[in-house]
Structure formats: C-alpha cells, structure tokens
C-alpha cells in the first residue's frame, strides 16, 4: 500500500492502553512501509533524473543539429544565390562575345560583298571594252569589209 504524505500526516499511530505510549509492532510495520515507499519513491526519482539527464543530452544535440542544419541551409542558400549570379554574368559575356563576333561577321561579309562587286564592276568593264573592241572595225576588217564590198 502505498501511503501519500497527507495520510501519513493523519494516519493515527495505535497507543497503548496502559502507558500512554505507542505499540511497538505498529509503529514498526509504518516504520518498514514508510522506508519501502520512501525507497521506491528515492529510485522513481533516480530513474528521472537520469531520464531528463539522457533528455536534456538529446534536447542538447538537436538543438546543436538544428544549428547545423540552419547553417548548411543559409550556405547552401548563399551558394545558390552565387552561382546563379556568375551563370548570369557568364551568359550575359558569351551573350556579348556571340554579338561582337556577328557584328565582326557581318563587316566581313559585307567587305566581301564590297570586292566582289568591285570585281564584277571590273570585269563588266573589261568585257565592255571587249564588246567595243569586236564592235569596232579594226585596219583588217576594214579591208576585209571592202573587199567583200567589191566583190560584190
């Protein structure tokens, strides 16, 4: 049985009858059940202590994985964040190189288109003055010309 601290505050202990006193036997028997209590209740509160020992150790190393983990999450964060940053300036540069190397492309082309037309220009020239030269009765066609003229 187990006795709370106000029954033991108001359990009445048995007197003797003749000298006023206490009898023995009862009071030894509350005595043995008062330790046996006292002694379940000693090792509850052994076992809890060292159970909020064992929880404060876990509370402990959860608090210090949290703080980890926060860590890692604000890192990984900032990396993210910087990665991103560079991806953008590396494309905004080969952005830039792919434009300069079109425009260098385009004036190239361009500068090509400009000789080839000049060379066209050229070689109309030079068939022109070809066409003049066989449109044009040189000394011998001339001759030729007249003789045939005669002949006939």
Excluded: I
Excluded at 113 to 125: D, P
Aim: glycine share 4%.
């Amino acid at each position: 049985m187990t006795l709370t601290p106000v029954e033991l505050r108001h359990s009445p202990l048995p007197r003797k009858r003749l000298g006023g006193g206490y009898r023995r036997g009862a009071v030894d028997r509350l005595l043995a059940e008062l330790a046996d209590n006292y002694e379940d209740v000693w090792r509850e509160r052994a076992d809890l202590f060292d159970r909020v020992e064992h929880l404060e150790a876990e509370l402990t190393r959860h608090r210090e994985l949290e703080s980890l983990l926060r860590t890692t999450l604000v890192s990984a964060e900032r990396s993210a964040h910087e990665l991103r940053d560079q991806a953008k300036r590396e494309a905004q540069l080969v952005m830039e190189e792919a434009h300069a190397e079109a425009r260098a492309t385009v004036r190239e082309a361009l500068a090509e288109r400009e000789r080839l037309l000049g060379e066209c220009r050229r070689v109309r020239a030079l068939l022109r003055a070809a066409l003049d030269t066989l449109e044009e009765p040189g000394p011998r066609a001339l001759a030729e010309g007249r003789a045939e003229a005669e002949a006939a």
